[in-house]
């Protein structure tokens, strides 16, 4: 039987009470007094598509379905995120897409207000055409071709579903389904193999083990796992990434966290993760996350000392 529905709130708590809908749960951890602007949520046949306009928050997206395994889109219009899924760590910035296998928990970290569309649907809706997309998480190209026609489509559509009739939103959908199918065939080839991503997952570990040493760079990655620095490099551009900017961006990560949960000086955190030189620490760090280290630190210390943290749970359980 096809069912069609598009809910939408401007209140979390609303938006809680009515997720029911969905067969996911969902997590919502934040450190800002409004940490939900506003959201929809469009649940077409087996697909959901979900809107919504956050701050910066961590949390966690879980398929409840145990019977039934999902493939998710992620598409955000504004800010940056850092998501993880099945071992992997990806960065997500404005205008970019990640596609994964949603078999288990996934979890997240905004680092800015983002606006961001999540597209769930069921595993066997691909796995004939794709058969072998098991265990992955990345990104594709939305910033030009068929890719920067999808990512403004989904956009387009999804502004457009609330104020259609249930049979319309079913055609829409159906018809979009087909292309956004077409789009991830064509794409096939540029998906990691499983080997790929298994040592893609490996690297990303002995990374975050070793973030503090300042000597830890491609070469000594590739001695470790005895492999050239270009395999190296191709395993990170297969997620959209280089491998200094994956080890920047991790670093800068890591810093945000311990300006905002430590008592050490900018300085003293730059030297922690390995940026020798504190005014280049500044600088990256004001170009990622828009603010210098001492601003972020005193926005965050002050807010932390006056508001409780919000926690919201979102259970999207059928």
């Known amino acids: 039987m096809r069912k069609s529905l598009s809910l939408e709130f401007t209140d979390p708590q609303e938006y ?32 959901v598509m979900t809107f919504s306009d956050h701050e910066e928050s961590t949390g966690f997206f879980t398929n409840e379905r145990r019977d039934q395994k999902y493939f998710g889109l992620r598409f955000i219009r504004s800010g940056q995120e850092c998501h993880s899924f099945n ?31 999540n597209l769930l649907f069921p595993y066997k809706m691909l796995a004939a055409k794709l058969p072998n997309m098991e265990d992955f998480c990345m990104k594709l190209n939305c910033r030009q071709g068929l890719g920067k026609i999808m990512f403004d489509y989904t956009f387009s559509i999804e502004e457009q579903l609330s104020g259609l ?10 018809n979009y389904l087909e292309v956004l199918c077409q789009w991830l065939i064509q794409s096939e080839d540029k998906f990691p193999n499983r080997h790929n991503t298994k040592v893609f997952a490996q690297i990303q570990d002995y990374i975050s083990h070793h973030l503090s040493n300042e000597t830890l760079n491609l070469s000594l990655v590739a001695t470790e796992f005895n492999l050239s620095q270009r395999s190296i490099q191709k395993l990170f551009e297969e997620q ?13 990560r890591h810093a945000a966290q311990d300006l905002v949960n430590s008592h050490l000086t900018v300085t003293e955190i730059a030297l922690k993760w390995a940026f020798c030189d504190t005014s280049y620490f500044c600088r990256k760090f004001k170009i990622k996350f828009g603010r210098t280290p001492s601003i972020y630190m005193k926005e965050y210390r002050s807010s932390l000392c006056g508001e409780s943290i919000q926690r919201i749970s979102c259970p999207l359980k059928k």
């Open 165 to 174: 009739s249930e049979d319309d939103r079913v055609l829409i959908i159906d």
């Open 87 to 117: 071992y992997q760590s990806i960065f997500l910035d404005k205008d970019e897409c990640l596609f994964f296998d949603l078999s288990g928990k996934g979890g997240y970290q905004r680092l800015s207000r983002v606006e961001g569309i």
């Open 16 to 47: 809680i009470e009515n997720l029911d809908h969905v067969n996911f749960s969902y997590s919502l951890f934040s450190e800002e007094e409004v940490a939900m602007h506003y959201s929809r949520i469009h649940v077409v046949n087996d697909l």
């Open 240 to 252: 959209g990434l280089t491998f200094s900017k994956y080890l920047t961006n991790e670093r800068l």
